[in-house]
T-cell receptor
Framework: SAVISQKPSRDICQRGTSLTIQCQVD?????MFWYRQQPGQSLTLIAT?????????ESGFVIDKFPISRPNLTFSTLTVSNMSPEDSSIYLC??????????FGQGTRLTVV | KNEVEQSPQNLTAQEGEFITINCSYS?????LHWLQQHPGGGIVSLFM???GKKKHGRLIATINIQEKHSSLHITASHPRDSAVYIC??????????FGTGTSLTVIP
């Protein structure tokens, strides 16, 4: 099985700034995903992080606001850009390995003030 | 309509009680996960199921693929079990669909 290390676990940020969240997997995985959980809501897919190419974004999410990188098969970042209080959420990464087993990061609790 | 429905939304139990949380889903899946979300927001994966039943300590998870239903049971509940429990189903397209969670409070 794989272990995902997601950092930071929490942060408080000023509006207008950006935060980059990192997910490091201890073994190669085929797919990585980024989710958001707004207060009182369920987790919603932001995008699929594609290795070596642009991420695939879900409806309502755009690259300018949530740029994603995935330079290799074990690492991905999500940046929340030009933050506003509405971006206060929990952000979660997950991954699928070559056996289609799924793993989840610990989540990042973001508060924008 | 949500792809994943959980019940109940909120649950309060006395310490020692047997607890059941239910999850029904409408999509074809490759696997189902039960996650535990602590008050600080940290998320822990409890189980991954594709069939049958799994047990880990006081936690038991079952899945019925034909009925598209899973249950999470907690035996001899304890206040440290207080958390939000989330059902996540892995769709055929590999992304996950999440339930809204069940908030469990176990009272000493």
């Amino acid at each position: 099985s794989a272990v995902i290390s997601q950092k930071p676990s929490r942060d408080i940020c000023q509006r207008g700034t950006s935060l980059t969240i990192q997910c490091q997997v201890d073994s190669q995985v085929t797919m990585m995903f980024w989710y958001r959980q707004q207060p009182g809501q369920s987790l919603t897919l932001i995008a699929t992080a594609n290795q070596g190419s642009e991420a695939t974004y879900e409806s309502g999410f755009v690259i300018d606001k949530f740029p994603i990188s995935r330079p290799n098969l074990t690492f991905s970042t999500l940046t929340v850009s030009n933050m506003s209080p509405e971006d206060s959420s929990i952000y979660l990464c997950s991954a699928l390995n070559f056996n289609t087993e799924a793993f989840f990061g610990q989540g990042t609790r973001l508060t924008v003030v | 309509k949500n792809e994943v429905e959980q019940s109940p939304q909120n649950l309060t139990a006395q310490e020692g009680e047997f607890i059941t949380i239910n999850c029904s889903y409408s999509v074809g899946i490759s696997a189902l996960h039960w996650l535990q979300q602590h008050p600080g927001g940290g998320i822990v994966s409890l189980f991954m199921l594709s069939s049958g039943k799994k047990k880990h300590g006081r936690l038991i998870a079952t899945i019925n693929i034909q009925e598209k239903h899973s249950s999470l049971h907690i035996t001899a509940s304890h206040p440290r079990d207080s958390a939000v429990y989330i059902c996540a189903v892995g769709g055929i397209g590999n992304q996950f669909y999440f339930g809204t969670g069940t908030s469990l409070t176990v009272i000493p």
